[in-house]
């Protein structure tokens, strides 16, 4: 069965940058669509940027436009986020999730179908 796990997370202050990567084990994620959500507290989980499994075209959040970039090496079996000027509103619980279904465009509102999802990181921008 596959699984993904997250790492890079931690404690940065605002303006900061951090790199997060998902990593896979059990599947190729060569193959998948991957995306990372982010959910803070008190509000539901929300699409931040994904990247196709073949020609790696990219989607984001407005909020993440400019300031986050996802890509991935498959050789590594691993995608990555990318953040930089970093603002205390994006602190949250980060996951990562991949799927080979759906495309990149409706990724982030068909989260509750995705096939794998990985346990989450958290990431605190603060002073």
């Known amino acids: 069965q596959g699984q993904l796990v997250e790492s890079g997370g931690g404690l940065v202050q605002p303006g900061g940058s951090l790199r997060l990567s998902c990593t896979a084990s059990g599947f190729d994620v060569g193959g998948y669509k991957v995306a990372w959500f982010r959910q803070a507290p008190g509000k539901e989980r929300e699409g931040v940027a994904c990247?196709?499994?073949?020609?790696?075209?990219?989607r984001y959040a407005d909020s993440a436009k400019g300031r986050f970039t996802i890509s991935r090496d498959n050789a590594e079996n691993t995608v990555y986020l990318q953040m930089n000027s970093l603002k205390t509103e994006d602190t949250a619980v980060y996951y990562c999730a991949a799927d080979s279904g759906f495309p990149i465009e409706t990724i982030f509102i068909r989260q509750r179908y995705l096939e794998v999802w990985g346990q989450g990181i958290l990431v605190t921008v603060s002073s």
């Open positions: 990247i196709s499994s073949g020609d790696g075209r990219t």
